[in-house]
């Protein structure tokens, strides 16, 4: 078996598939949460369109209900109200029971390789599980994998005896293996140091260019979303849902030059006006709920 | 050093074990001055009778009759029975002790249950239950086990419960992502995540262990034998030096089972030998 996109015959020009989809609808998506009769609206109709093969950024102050949005896309959380579609297919909505599966996998934020098992195993976990490949062709697959991203060598290690920046990079491997539909990255690079970090986005860049996964980003690092994404999308504070929507269009791919192309200077301009308002609401509604 | 001799040439990665590369260097040549000290203060006090403690037996005595000990049957049978005591309690708490906890700290309803019971009988010394389990049990050997297991029983439930409530969501949900059924979830993910706080709560228990088995052999030492019974036997006849050797004994006993655990965890977690 090969990842699409990563088979030893794709070349970078592989280009999007139109088969595997990735289309993603959410439409109207409201999330209430309730613990003990506190009312907190996280995410209060909210929709986006997010095409198959599209790499969408979303930024917003921090508690703005950005994860919440995310939960209820993987299937962590259920929604209390509106829908969202997979490829036409709903896969949340109200009174329909959270169900997380391998065709949109999440990437978390501070990491969450198994420190139990090594590079190997925790790249085979989703075949194993899924039971749906034998267990030494996934093996095989995961050593390919490596080799591609030139992290050979590894398979035996632990993840406490590598650097961070290897570890999320294992941790990407360990989703595509599985080729998803969808990437769901929660500030997957929040506490990179600057280098690791511009060597994460590179490594993604790769990936996203050969493989033109949907990618569903979430950051509050604006640099790195227009960086990264197609489109960015700024949340407002919670509850959250769309505020300022920015078409990037610097040409793909895309290196460490486009930081200094002057439409991306002007993306981020729009980008850190619309930011710094949410968060000085946030701000506010901090002090007044302190008060 | 000594490592680079135990280690097999063809084998590169098979290194000499780690107990026998950290038994010769500084830091346990340290430890052996001060255990020749100990044991030249020990032989002063003795021979300038130190009030209170002249009754002490010199150092040479005990070596004696520990030579005297060793060569003898009796005292590896007391070895012996003292060993299968631990096992056999040890094992118990641990086999009754670790799927409590798994439940209680995965369960709400089994936690809320159980858990009151915990609060009023963990506090209790486990030598405070040796006149009901005397009382209670048909044979000594039973009451002993019961003793020893009530030791490190409530020590190890408790570690593993609070193992369980420590397991990171993020890991749940990540298998649970990558298409993990609950049943993976809790034999991949629960289960690997709290065995390094079953190990914990077996190496603590470890040391209640040997207390509790040491008292429980004494009281019980008309009847049963064992390193406690052994210690206690030579008090009651007035044989000194027998009852240091006792001690000493049950000193590496205790040590020697701690080391077992050690190597157990080391096995079972190989992930965190290697940090």
Known sequence: MSVRGLGPDAGPKAGPDAKAGGDISIREVTKIYDPDGIHVVAVERCSLEIAAGEFLVVVGPSGCGKTSLLNVLAGFEDLTDGEILLDGKPIAAPGRPVEPGSDRIVVFQNGALFPWKTVLENIVYGPMVQRRRELGRARQAARNLLAQVGLEGIEGSYPAELSSGVQRRVEILRALINEPRVMLLDEPFRGLDAVAKSVMHQFLLDLFERTRLTMFFITHDLDEAIFLGDRVVVMTTRPCCPKLVLQVNLPRPRDHRALGDTRFLELKRAALEAVHEEALKAFRAGERELA | ?275
Not at chain 2, 142 to 162: A, S
Not at chain 2, 226 to 251: D, E, H, K
């Open chain 2, 1 to 275: 050093m000594a490592s680079g001799i135990l280690t097999a040439p063809s084998n590169p990665r098979r290194k000499a074990h780690p107990w026998l590369r950290q038994s010769f260097n500084r830091h346990t040549l340290r430890g052996a001055v001060t255990l020749v000290v100990f044991v030249i203060l020990w032989a002063l006090v003795v021979a300038f009778k130190v009030p209170y403690l002249r009754l002490l037996p010199p150092p040479r005595d005990v070596a004696v009759s520990l030579l005297q000990s060793v060569a003898s049957a009796g005292y590896w049978a007391n070895w012996w029975i003292s060993m299968v005591h631990i096992a056999v309690g040890f094992v118990a708490a641990v086999v009754v002790g670790v799927p409590l906890g798994l439940a209680m700290g995965i369960n709400r309803t089994v936690r809320r249950f159980v858990f009151p019971i915990f609060e009023v009988l963990r506090p209790v010394p486990p030598i405070a239950w040796i006149p009901l389990a005397i009382i209670f049990w048909p044979t000594v050997s039973l009451t002993i086990y019961f003793l020893v297991f009530t030791g490190p029983f409530f020590i190890i439930v408790l570690n593993v419960m609070d193992g369980v409530r420590e397991v990171s969501q993020n890991h749940v949900r990540a298998a649970l992502s990558l298409g993990a059924k609950p049943r993976d979830v809790f034999w991949r993910i629960m289960l690997p995540a709290t065995l390094p706080y079953v190990m914990t709560g077996m190496a603590v228990g470890m040391g209640v262990t040997w207390n509790v088995l040491i008292a429980a052999e004494m009281v019980t030492s008309a009847t049963e034998s064992g390193l406690g019974s052994m210690t206690w036997t030579a008090y009651t006849n007035g044989i000194l030096p027998v009852i240091v050797v006792g001690m000493l004994s049950i000193g590496v006993a205790g040590y020697l089972s701690s080391a077992l655990l050690r190597l157990l965890g080391e096995r079972l977690m190989p992930w965190q030998r290697r940090i």
